[in-house]
């Protein structure tokens, strides 16, 4: 089983810009779907995005889609969330998503605050 550390958040004016890193341990990160969820003060955790064990297909959340950009490199068992344009609505807290078959791991979340 994997285990992930998120980093790279902090605080950015509206319009800006910040790349999100998840490193995971383990000698089996290839095999799992990876994915970015946010969580807002007072709401559900929310899907933002996700990538297939290969790289080979991603899938965004409407609200995100054409302003962000998940990535994976297996070589280096690291997944990276690229957010442009920021809005104060994408304030968070940012967790990395591991999935295989049942299986879920979660990291411990990264904040994001973004002003306007």
């Known amino acids: 089983q994997v285990q992930l550390v998120e980093s790279g958040g902090g605080l950015v004016q509206a319009g800006g810009s910040l790349r999100l890193s998840c490193a995971a341990s383990?000698?089996?990160?290839?095999?799992?779907?990876m994915g970015w969820f946010r969580q807002a003060p007072g709401k559900e955790r929310e899907f933002v995005a996700s990538?297939?064990?290969?790289?080979?297909?991603?899938y965004y959340a409407n609200s995100v889609k054409g302003r962000f950009t998940i990535s994976r490199d297996n070589a280096k068992n690291t997944v990276s969330l690229q957010m442009n344009s920021l809005k104060p609505e994408d304030t968070a807290v940012y967790y990395c998503?591991?999935?295989?078959?049942?299986?879920?791991?979660w990291g411990q979340g990264t904040q994001v605050t973004v002003s306007s």
């Open positions: 990538i297939t064990w290969n790289g080979g297909s991603t």
């Open positions: 998503n591991a999935e295989r078959d049942l299986l879920k791991v």
């Open positions: 383990g000698r089996t990160f290839s095999t799992y779907t």
